[in-house]
């Protein structure tokens, strides 16, 4: 499937102290493109700031942010888990491995995505 990438546009990022969402606004719904909160509350303060737009929906098809999750469902938002990606890593050298190397602390988000 071909799908025509857009650019992000100034009117798609909110940009606050401690966090920052870039969304697409479609219709009745926001489409929320990728969502970063250093804690919880900045992260509701974003989700809420969003909900003032009065939109019907929000969406957010990929939650890679643990922290993120927990909010929507603090703040009552629906959750579907169905998705499934693989990661495919070639090793960094002959003497270094990926886990070795990142181990846990490895982050993707849809930005990284092209």
Do not use: Q, W
């Not at 546009?9 to 966090?19: A, F, R, S």
């Not at 969304?23 to 489409?31: G, Y």
């Not at 939109?55 to 990929?62: C, E, L, M, N, Y």
């Not at 603090?74 to 003497?95: D, F, Q």
């Amino acid at each position: 499937m071909l799908e025509k990438r857009k650019k992000i546009k100034p009117e798609m990022v909110l940009i606050k102290k401690d966090g920052y969402v870039i969304f697409r606004e479609k219709e009745e719904a926001i489409s929320i493109i990728e969502i970063a909160a250093n804690t919880s509350k900045e992260a509701e303060s974003l989700i809420h700031s969003l909900e003032e737009t009065e939109k019907a929906i929000i969406h957010d098809g990929f939650v890679f942010d643990e922290r993120i999750l927990k909010t929507y469902k603090s703040l009552g938002y629906s959750i579907c888990k169905r998705s499934y990606y693989l990661l495919m890593v070639k090793p960094l050298t002959k003497n270094a491995s990926f886990n070795e190397t990142y181990g846990k602390s490895f982050h993707l988000t849809l930005l990284d995505l092209f």
